[in-house]
């Protein structure tokens, strides 16, 4: 895998080299997910090695597709997914576009009615021939407004036990039957959206998996999303608690509460980083355990309670903000009152992918061996 990086780095240097054909000599190396199979973007090799190959690119500056909104998703969620689930000529259509950029992908899962209960959706998938016809509503889709491409989960057998009437498809986010419409969100984003299928027509050879396997595609999404969103290790001190430490010199606060406050963040944001690294070092299978949703909860109240702390040390300036005027995050640029936005923006980390009460629940039952939460019949 040495030799490969550094013919990646020699053929296309980073620094004089278009980041998509970058990304795309990446892909072809098998340096895109070093897991996945030979010719898909991957070796067949552990998964640990990824984390190698992640901190030689990011040392020689190389572009990346994990920044949030840009294809996060895709990369981290879906692909994992589409490997797991699909099969070949739906890896070869998809994956490599996925990784370079080329495609955005979206994930379309929860609904009005189904958020952390996503087995109670209602989105209809009924088959016609060789086609599915799609009518329903998707909501808090995170970059829809950009996706060409999304998952969807519907429901093919309202017969069937809720979690074994569901199934996965690949949809084309700009075909005829899908609007995107925009939520604006508390800190004056948009990039969560809501998106109607109205007599949507997906080939059935974009169906992912099996009819009625859609639940085991969306376990898959599930717990690599929540890898993603808790379980990225930052350097020591980086993140939001990099923030906090960077606001504390620059303000004139040197309050001896405020301090001990700092300071037991700050612990706490290093044990969730080495709990992180013991994760990373024994996480070497395509679908992730509980740790992710460990990771999750933990990070989710962390962030929060690192920013409260960010405003408190703002003073009556905290109490400011800028225009709400609706912005897609990829428009918005940056003002005074980003530590506002991100205290904000934190509430919904507690939410999103599973909120922390569902985390708490897979904590409870598939770590520490508690009694099963009651759950509907199905």
Same mark, same amino acid.
């Given at each position: 895998?040495?030799?490969?990086?550094?013919?990646?780095?020699?053929?296309?240097?980073?620094?004089?080299?278009?980041?998509?054909?970058?990304?795309?000599?990446?892909?072809?190396?098998?340096?895109?997910?070093?897991?996945?199979?030979?010719?898909? $973007?991957? %070796?067949? /090799?552990?998964?640990?090695? =990824? @984390?190698?190959?992640? !901190?030689? #690119? *990011?040392?020689?500056?190389?572009?990346?597709?994990?920044?949030?909104?840009?294809?996060?998703?895709?990369?981290?969620?879906?692909?994992?997914?589409?490997?797991?689930?699909?099969?070949?000529?739906?890896?070869?259509?998809?994956?490599?576009?996925?990784?370079?950029?080329?495609?955005?992908?979206?994930?379309?899962?929860?609904?009005?009615?189904?958020?952390?209960?996503?087995?109670?959706?209602?989105?209809?998938?009924?088959?016609?021939?060789?086609?599915?016809?799609?009518?329903?509503?998707?909501?808090?889709?995170?970059?829809?407004?950009?996706?060409?491409? $999304?998952? %969807?989960? /519907?429901?093919?057998?309202? =017969? @069937?036990?809720?979690? !074994?009437? #569901? *199934?996965?498809?690949?949809?084309?986010?700009?075909?005829?039957?899908?609007?995107?419409?925009?939520?604006?969100?508390?800190?004056?984003?948009?990039?969560?959206?809501?998106?109607?299928?109205?007599?949507?027509?997906?080939?059935?050879?974009?169906?992912?998996?099996?009819?009625?396997?859609?639940?085991?595609?969306?376990?898959?999404?599930?717990?690599?999303?929540?890898?993603?969103?808790?379980?990225?290790?930052?350097?020591?001190?980086?993140?939001?608690?990099?923030?906090?430490?960077?606001?504390?010199?620059?303000?004139?606060?040197?309050?001896?509460?405020?301090?001990?406050?700092?300071?037991?963040?700050?612990? =706490? @944001?290093?044990?969730? !980083?080495? #709990?992180?690294?013991?994760?990373?070092?024994?996480?070497?299978?395509?679908?992730?355990?509980?740790?992710?949703?460990?990771?999750?909860?933990?990070?989710?109240?962390?962030?929060?309670?690192?920013?409260?702390?960010?405003?408190?040390?703002?003073?009556?300036?905290?109490?400011?903000?800028?225009?709400?005027?609706?912005?897609?995050?990829?428009?918005?640029?940056?003002?005074?009152?980003?530590?506002?936005?991100?205290?904000?923006?934190?509430?919904?980390?507690?939410?999103?992918?599973?909120?922390?009460?569902?985390?708490?629940?897979?904590?409870?039952?598939?770590?520490?061996?508690?009694?099963?939460?009651?759950?509907?019949?199905?």
């Amino acid at each position: 895998m040495t030799g490969l990086l550094r013919r990646l780095l020699t053929a296309t240097p980073p620094a004089s080299t278009d980041e998509t054909v970058f990304l795309e000599r990446q892909f072809d190396l098998g340096l895109a997910w070093v897991q996945f199979p030979v010719g898909s $973007g991957g %070796l067949g /090799a552990s998964r640990s090695l =990824q @984390a190698v190959v992640r !901190r030689v #690119l *990011t040392q020689a500056g190389a572009p990346t597709q994990d920044e949030y909104l840009r294809n996060a998703l895709g990369v981290g969620m879906i692909a994992p997914a589409l490997v797991e689930h699909g099969h070949r000529e739906q890896w070869n259509r998809w994956l490599r576009p996925l990784f370079t950029g080329a495609e955005i992908w979206c994930q379309l899962f929860s609904e009005p009615g189904a958020g952390s209960d996503i087995a109670a959706l209602t989105t209809r998938a009924v088959r016609e021939g060789g086609e599915w016809v799609v009518n329903g509503q998707k909501i808090w889709t995170t970059a829809a407004h950009r996706a060409r491409r $999304g998952l %969807l989960l /519907a429901r093919t057998d309202p =017969q @069937a036990p809720r979690h !074994r009437g #569901l *199934t996965a498809f690949v949809v084309d986010m700009g075909a005829p039957g899908v609007e995107v419409r925009p939520l604006r969100q508390i800190d004056g984003s948009a990039h969560l959206n809501e998106v109607f299928f109205t007599d949507l027509r997906v080939p059935d050879a974009d169906r992912i998996g099996g009819e009625g396997e859609g639940w085991q595609v969306a376990l898959t999404i599930l717990m690599n999303e929540r890898v993603s969103i808790g379980g990225g290790v930052a350097d020591e001190g980086g993140g939001a608690i990099a923030e906090a430490i960077e606001l504390w010199h620059r303000t004139a606060v040197r309050d001896d509460v405020m301090r001990d406050r700092l300071v037991r963040l700050w612990i =706490q @944001a290093e044990s969730a !980083r080495l #709990l992180n690294l013991r994760a990373a070092h024994n996480y070497d299978t395509n679908v992730p355990g509980p740790e992710g949703s460990i990771a999750k909860l933990v990070y989710a109240q962390l962030k929060q309670q690192v920013y409260e702390l960010c405003l408190d040390l703002k003073g009556p300036r905290g109490m400011l903000f800028g225009s709400y005027n609706m912005h897609h995050p990829e428009d918005h640029v940056p003002d005074d009152f980003e530590i506002q936005r991100r205290y904000l923006f934190a509430r919904g980390d507690s939410i999103g992918g599973g909120s922390s009460e569902v985390m708490r629940n897979i904590l409870g039952e598939r770590v520490l061996g508690l009694p099963k939460e009651p759950r509907p019949a199905g």
